[in-house]
């Protein structure tokens, strides 16, 4: 089973003559501390740790079990294989008598969980004696597999209202891995219903994936900070470092200041025409054409040269930054596959980027000169110069090119859409804001937590990686009924793909607009839309998105 809690099942007493009996008597076992002298145990657990591959039987010691302070007296078995577990379980199952006399003799049974490091005692403080009635008594069925037997106890408990206030689910599931990337939503459904918090034991983060949650944490800086970097890994993490994506405030209100006027609605409206002119010429290309790819042929070419212009970027070398884009947001997860076989990119676009320091290259008027402006006054340094240039043109790139090619996909599948579209031109804002909810580009970015923070009944440890998977949030039922239908009339401007709060998309005035022009464009030119060969997913772990979407057009 990929995702399962990382549990234990807890027994312990309030009658410990009779567990001290059940230890000698039933395991065979003599306790004692390290002086020699025998301790009375107080609890046994069973647990299975999937990510620690081994298996464990612990025994609690002391007439003090309930006082985390006593962990120090546990034992521990170690067991190598889960049939060393099994074993255990078929000598409690054959000790059937004295075990349920156990039971009856008012104890209390409890699932407890570890905390993600492994870390016992908190085991106790969650669990909490106090908050179990006391005496409380379960029957445990033996037979059942182990994690139906936690999965029940867990419920049964919360049924009878005790908290299994440390319960952290936990997956083992690789979240980047091609497998997720190319079928995410069931595994997202299966971590939203595991709990709020869910903890990676594969790359060692937390991941947020309802609504509420990742909103709330989103725009919540001070508790979830963007200034160690918003990858996972800590050497991609360095070099984010220090640019407006990767700080806090006031460093980061600093950076973003620097392009506000132009990204800011006014700023915009002078390029709104320009845009519109350019939508139009692509279309009409396209229309003469017939037949083309909606990713290789417009996507992939629209944003880049609509951003490419505004910032004021020479033609000569634009055909590294979609590419560059592509693998610079891969980086953001772990370094896998797809980022190797993508490195030659990275190193290209890098090196080209580097180049833009000298502004004899940038356009006067544009971004890039803005920028540069900056650094001659004293806002910026050079360094935080090329980050900033950077962040925007990798920012608003292959997250626009993944939206405009999910559109494309979109309305070549849905006829209704395209005709509710072409009938009325108001629908391209609701249509775009529910493509990005449907099919969110950027599936999420790290933070770390600067403290610990409580969420359900989850306790994120300060220094903890935590994942805000916008693409989970925005297909949370909870927030969007029927989350995974496309639904015309549901204007989700709610929705999470931009992000939110403090970081919320600075671009997102250019992307609407970007999408509004070509929705205006498709929409006067074309008359009918379908696919003419079968779309391809992109396999980018952090990006959802096409890398094809072969479509065929006529003009009307
Ligand atoms: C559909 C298209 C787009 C999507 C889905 C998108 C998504 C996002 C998201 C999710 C964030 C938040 C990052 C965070 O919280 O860590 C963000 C930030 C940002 N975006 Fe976009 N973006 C898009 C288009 C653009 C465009 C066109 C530009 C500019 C040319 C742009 C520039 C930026 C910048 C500079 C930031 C960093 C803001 C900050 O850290 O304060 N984006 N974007």
Request: aromatic content about 8%; hydrophobic content about 45%.
């Amino acid at each position: 089973m990929a995702i399962q809690r990382l549990g234990h099942v807890g027994i312990w007493v309030d009658d410990l003559q009779k567990m001290t009996n059940f230890y000698s008597e039933v395991l065979g076992l003599q306790i004692t501390d390290a002086t020699g002298e025998d301790v009375t145990p107080g609890a046994v657990f069973l647990s299975s740790r999937p990510d620690k591959a081994h298996h464990e039987l612990a025994l609690m010691a002391g007439r003090t079990n309930h006082d985390p302070g006593r962990l120090i007296n546990q034992i521990s078995w170690m067991c190598e294989s889960l049939e060393d577990l099994q074993g255990f379980r078929q000598r409690l199952a054959a000790s059937e008598a004295t075990f349920h006399e156990i039971v009856t003799h008012g104890m209390a049974v409890g699932i407890y969980f570890y905390d993600p490091e492994g870390n016992r005692s908190e085991v106790f403080a969650a669990t909490g004696l106090d908050d179990v009635p006391q005496p409380y008594k379960r029957a445990i069925d033996l037979d059942q597999p182990l994690d139906g037997l936690l999965q029940d106890l867990d419920r049964q408990h919360r049924a009878d209202g005790i908290p299994s206030s440390l319960a952290q689910p936990a997956t083992d599931l690789d979240l980047f891995s091609a497998d997720v990337v190319a079928d995410p939503f069931p595994v997202l459904a299966q971590l939203r219903a595991l709990g709020p918090v869910v903890y990676s034991t594969r790359h060692d983060f937390y991941v947020l994936t309802r609504y509420e949650d990742v909103r709330a944490a989103t725009g919540n800086w001070r508790s979830f900070t963007s200034a160690q970097g918003v990858a996972l890994t800590d050497e991609f993490n360095q070099q984010l470092v220090g640019s407006v994506l990767a700080s806090d405030p006031p460093e980061h209100s600093a950076l973003r200041a620097v392009l506000s006027d132009k990204l800011a609605p006014r700023g915009l409206a002078a390029t709104r025409e320009q845009i519109s002119r350019y939508a139009h010429q692509l279309v009409a290309e396209m229309v003469a054409r017939g037949t083309f790819d909606g990713v290789v042929d417009v996507a992939r070419v629209y944003p880049v040269n609509v951003v490419g212009d505004l910032v004021g970027l020479p033609m000569e070398g634009r055909e590294n930054l979609q590419p560059g884009a592509d693998a610079t947001f891969a980086g953001f997860g772990p370094f896998n596959e797809y980022v190797m076989e993508h490195l030659p990119q990275l190193i290209a676009y890098t090196d080209w980027m580097g180049t833009m320091a000298d502004r004899s290259k940038l356009t006067p008027g544009g971004w890039g000169e803005a920028v540069m402006d900056a650094v001659d006054d004293g806002r910026l340094t050079q360094l935080a110069a090329i980050k900033t240039l950077s962040a925007y043109l990798v920012a608003g790139m292959d997250t626009t090119v993944n939206a405009i090619g999910s559109l494309l996909r979109l309305l070549a599948d849905r006829p209704d859409v395209w005709a509710a579209l072409k009938a009325d031109g108001r629908l391209a804002p609701p249509v775009f804001e529910e493509i990005l909810r449907l099919e969110t580009p950027v599936i999420g970015f790290f933070r770390v937590a600067t403290r610990d923070t409580t969420i359900g009944e989850s306790v994120i440890p300060a220094g903890a990686k935590v994942l805000l998977h916008w693409e989970a949030a925005n297909r949370d039922p909870v927030k969007y009924p029927d989350p995974d239908t496309f639904d015309i009339s549901r204007n989700p401007v709610d929705h999470l793909a931009f992000g939110w709060g403090p970081h919320a998309c600075t671009g997102q005035g250019l992307a609407r607009m970007e999408a509004a022009a070509l929705l205006e464009a498709l929409a006067a030119q074309v008359g009918a839309l379908e696919l003419a060969g079968e779309p391809v997913l992109g396999r980018n772990p952090v990006l959802r998105g096409y890398e094809s979407v072969p479509l065929r057009v006529l003009p009307g």
